[in-house]
T-cell receptor, first 114, second 110 residues
Framework: DVKVTQSSRYLVKRTGEKVFLECVQD?????MFWYRQDPGLGLRLIYF???????EKGDIPEGYSVSREKKERFSLILESASTSQTSMYLC?????????????FGNGTRLTVT | GQSLEQPSEVTAVEGAIVQINCTYQ??????LSWYQQHDGGAPTFLSY??LDGLEETGRFSSFLSRSDSYGYLLLQELQMKDSASYFC???????????WGAGTKLIIKP
């Protein structure tokens, strides 16, 4: 079974702090994604990566950056956390690029910025 | 803009059949996926339709009509464990990006 592990289940940070969310997958998948999930809005793509050191902006990249130094690890960075970034963050990976290559999600990190 | 519309909530009775609809408006379209998410859990992949017609996987089936920009997820013999949120997601021109619906919360009553 594919396992996608997010380092923290819950995080509480203060406004202005730099926040790191870590994600590791164990199936040698090429593609990794960071989403945020908010009630009534579904999942919105922040950034994705289709190869080591490659990254592409998703729909809502503002205020975020990412790092992919190794194939199995994809980090999301909030440079200066704001209360508007309080949300559930989901990491996912996939083998291929088409919809028929399903996304495998981690259990999420619920981030609260106070 | 690009969007997927699905009902916010559907209620059904244990043992019954329920259909969750999804209509989409996208600039390009490759296929429609469905994911299930239990409260507090991760979304899990259910099905993918690239061609028109019905795809069946056990108690779950998914249908696509490209000409109508419409799809649905059909759940049969509902069980209490099927209580969850269901998301449709569309592949557009890019192979890597999905556009997601807001999700349908399925409530099952005994």
């Amino acid at each position: 079974d594919v396992k996608v592990t997010q380092s923290s289940r819950y995080l509480v940070k203060r406004t202005g702090e730099k926040v790191f969310l870590e994600c590791v997958q164990d199936m040698d998948h090429e593609n990794m994604f960071w989403y945020r999930q908010d009630p009534g809005l579904g999942l919105r793509l922040i950034y994705f990566s289709y190869d080591v050191k490659m990254k592409e902006k998703g729909d809502i990249p503002e205020g975020y950056s990412v790092s992919r130094e190794k194939k199995e690890r994809f980090s999301l960075i909030l440079e200066s956390a704001s209360t508007s970034q309080t949300s559930m963050y989901l990491c996912a990976s996939s083998l291929g690029g088409s919809g028929n290559s399903p996304l495998h999600f981690g259990n999420g990190t619920r981030l609260t910025v106070t | 803009g690009q969007s997927l519309e699905q009902p916010s909530e559907v209620t059904a009775v244990e043992g019954a059949i329920v259909q969750i609809n999804c209509t989409y408006q996208t600039s390009g379209f490759y296929g429609l996926s469905w994911y299930q998410q239990h409260d507090g859990g991760a979304p899990t992949f259910l099905s993918y339709n690239a061609l028109d017609g019905l795809e069946e996987t056990g108690r779950f089936s998914s249908f696509l009509s490209r000409s109508d920009s419409y799809g649905y997820l059909l759940l049969q013999e509902l069980q209490m464990k099927d209580s969850a949120s269901y998301f449709c997601a569309a592949n557009m021109d890019s192979n890597y990006q999905l556009i997601w619906g807001a999700g349908t919360k399925l409530i099952i009553k005994p």
